[in-house]
C-alpha cells in the first residue's frame, strides 16, 4: 500500500506542475476583505497626481466620521482591493469613468451609499439618470477643486454636453452666464427632473410683487400655481437668450 502512495506522488507533482502558473494562482484569488494599510498600499503603485490630487478634497478630511478617508479610505469608492493587491492584473477594484466595465447606475449608486440627502435625493428618474451619464461624467472627484462646484467654471462643463446653450449663454439677455455671475445651477438642479422650482429664489411671488403686476400677469400667475405649471409655460427664453416678448417690447419703444 505505502509503495503505491509512494509511487503516486510523482505523478501528481507532474500533474501540479502541467497546470501551470494560472491553476496555482486561482487556487489562491479567493483573497477577500480589506487592505490592512489602506491607502498607504494604493499609493505604493498609484502615485501619479491625479490619483494623489485627492487627498486634497473633503473625501480626504478623515475628522468628518461619514467620509472615505474616516472608514475604508479609497476602498470606500473603489471597494474591498485586497484580492487586487495579490493579483494586480488578474483582479481590477471597482473602476470609474467611461472605460469601467461598471455600467453608469452602478458607478452612481456607489456615490448615492453616502450622497442621498439634500440635491443628491431626487437623483434616481432625475434629468441626468441616464443609461451613459454617472456622478463622474459631470464631477471630478479627484481634483482638489472640482470644476462643476465652481461657480465661474460650472457653464463650460454643462456645455460640453449641452452643446445647443453654448451659443446662447453669453447672450445679453436677462440671465447673463458671464464671469460666474450667474450659473447653470442657479437655475437648474442637476440631481432632480427638469422644473422651475428654483425661479422663485430670485422671482418673489409674494403678494406685494404679485400686486405690482398687470391684471393679466396676476391671472396667468394664479394659475400657474392652481395647476403647478412650469415658469417656461410663459417664459420660455429667458434663461438662455433674450425672449421674444422681450426683444418686441424692445423695439415697439424705439419706434415711438
Known amino acids: 500500500m505505502w509503495n503505491r502512495i509512494a509511487r503516486s506522488i510523482p505523478i501528481a507533482l507532474c500533474l501540479a506542475a502541467l497546470a501551470g502558473p494560472a491553476a496555482a494562482q486561482k487556487a489562491q484569488l479567493p483573497l477577500e476583505g480589506y487592505t490592512q494599510t489602506k491607502h498607504k498600499k494604493c499609493i505604493s503603485c498609484h502615485r501619479s497626481d491625479p490619483v494623489k490630487e485627492i487627498f486634497k478634497t473633503l473625501h480626504a478630511d478623515a475628522r468628518n466620521p461619514n467620509t472615505p478617508a474616516a472608514n475604508e479610505q479609497c476602498e470606500s ?37 453616502c450622497h442621498q440627502d439634500g440635491k443628491q435625493s431626487e437623483w434616481k428618474d432625475g434629468m441626468h439618470d441616464q443609461p451613459a451619464i454617472s456622478c463622474v461624467t459631470c464631477h471630478s472627484v479627484h481634483k482638489s477643486e472640482d470644476p462643476i462646484l465652481n461657480q465661474a467654471l460650472t457653464a463650460d462643463r454643462c456645455v460640453e454636453c449641452h452643446k445647443k446653450m453654448n451659443t446662447q449663454q453669453h447672450v445679453v439677455g436677462l440671465h447673463v452666464i458671464e464671469n460666474g455671475k450667474v450659473s447653470c445651477t442657479d437655475c437648474h438642479n442637476p440631481h432632480a427632473k427638469l422644473d422651475t422650482s428654483l425661479c422663485v429664489n430670485c422671482h418673489d411671488q409674494d403678494e406685494a410683487t404679485l400686486a405690482r403686476q398687470s391684471a393679466k400677469a396676476q391671472e396667468f400667475h394664479a394659475a400657474m400655481r392652481e395647476n403647478n405649471l412650469s415658469c417656461l409655460k410663459c417664459h420660455r427664453g429667458t434663461a438662455h437668450g433674450v425672449p421674444a416678448w422681450v426683444k418686441e417690447l424692445a423695439e415697439k419703444q424705439q419706434a415711438q
Open 77 to 113: 469608492c473603489h471597494g474591498p482591493g485586497a484580492a487586487h493587491v495579490g493579483f494586480p492584473l488578474q483582479v481590477q477594484v471597482f473602476n470609474f469613468g467611461e472605460n469601467s466595465p461598471r455600467s453608469a447606475a452602478e458607478q452612481s449608486g456607489m456615490c448615492l451609499k
